[in-house]
């Protein structure tokens, strides 16, 4: 199955991003961090490894970045905490891992995949997620380690009203979450997402990203998508596994499938928010209905890295 | 729109039911059980009330009921508690609510109901959604309303263990959620789904139950969905999702939508369980692939209430 053209696309999030208040140096510390996790999960696949190894690689690089609302950069919520959501799935095998609302963990998409490998669960939350992550001794950050100016003022900002915010951007729109989608050489397909959610967060809120379905979907029959954007519109459109629909029950192309579900179902209800996606022959789709997108992509032909539309 | 012929179907659950266990007695108490909450359900449809108003009345009796795993019957957890799942979905809207890992509320659905109505979101957990629960004075119960002595035993068994178990039967197989589906005169259809999860179940973990597309799902354009059985199995399955997908995308009837997601999907992966739902012209399928299903439907030519094949 060596002629399978392997290959990598993620995202770093979607929204409102206004290009005059981008200055070149944060536009280039932006594509830098983007191009570093595509390589370390391109990298991944061409040795051989499975296409599950390359997103973990290409989204813990994501999550060690301070400046995408995932792991290290994930925004405060309305306790000042940051809470974070992960998942992943295999297309092989269907077999998926998540954890949601958990404090403290370096790496919540590494997480998550101990929840794939060693539980007979599919999403474990709070204490309990943290409990089962003690038992492998995963790594876990003191809460100064999540702390970033940029995320704090965010929080300042709003935390005394009832107000909640999506990731990014000067006014409300800018949609924070990481992705990664991934095809290896022998021809499986693998998809993991990880967000801090949204600023000011409470009630125990839990959005897209961490939910099998919605905001992350793999299956070697059809493709690997993940999302982002806002959550509770991701959610009702269940949009991931809408695009995995779209192509095997309508027999749509990837490209068409997902601008259906992006531009069309989600549009219709009202959501902002994009997709990182790759099928079986390593078609590659970034679709989005919003000013931009941090993205990237990488195959044998081609490499990327963009933010606006 | 008042020719539609508005119907509504539940369950209680689905497994492993072994006839040669069941006496006369408890067989009676379920059909009771049974027959009162698609009476409730009916009730509000007939009364020209709304689909979510009907299927939140159907599911709020089954939680009040101790013999099934929901609401006032929810299993107990690995700590001894009751930690209750619950979802709700608008088919004309799409919006939908949900709550995971709640203690003490009296009825789950409702509350999922109240995130759908006021709130932002759709999915609130753990001590937030409780919070949350606290702004709407919802009805709060002591541990003890939720102490039934043949949940306890069940946990009893098996807690100083590393297992866990789906409720129902003597073995391990009967798989207890609520829930419910139905149309509305008016043509609008809903899906309620209710749950108190595994014995024993451990590290806060979520099954289907509370999870749009997984668990239950509703859309005027296709039908409505609550699902019952092996949790995990469902949610990568993505079963009430797909039904819908089957229906919209490749044009199959509610019936076959319905038999190749539980008889063709999910059983290929290893899942055990079940569906009720109802299409816009208020055709029910009550479909499964296990021993039984409690469950039953009613409409203005029939009423049913069954537990074995």
Redesign the interface.
Known sequence: MSEYNYGISIHGGAGTIDKSLMTNEKELAYTHALQTAIDAGYEVLESGKSAIKAVTAAVCELENSPLFNAGRGAVFNSLGQHEMDASIMDGKT???GAI??VRNVKNPVYLANLVREH???????????L??AEKFKVDIETDAYFHTDQRYSQWQKIKDSDD?QLDHTSDKKYLGTVGAVALDKNGNLAAATSTGGMTNK??????DSP????GN?ANNNTCAVSCTGS??FL????TA??IS??ME??GLSLQKAAEYSILNRLTA?GGDGGVVTIDRQGSISMVFNCDGMYRGSRNQNHSEVAIYK
């Not at 539980?119 to 997620?129: E, I, K, M, R, T």
């Not at 939910?211 to 919605?214: A, D, F, N």
């Open positions: 269907l077999h998926a949601a609302a539980s007979d669960h599919v999403l474990l939350v709070g204490d309990g997620a409990e089962f909640f409470k009630f125990g809120r839990i959005g939910l099998i379905g919605l979907y959550g509770e959610m009702r459109a269940v596994y809408d629909c779209l029950y309508k209800l």
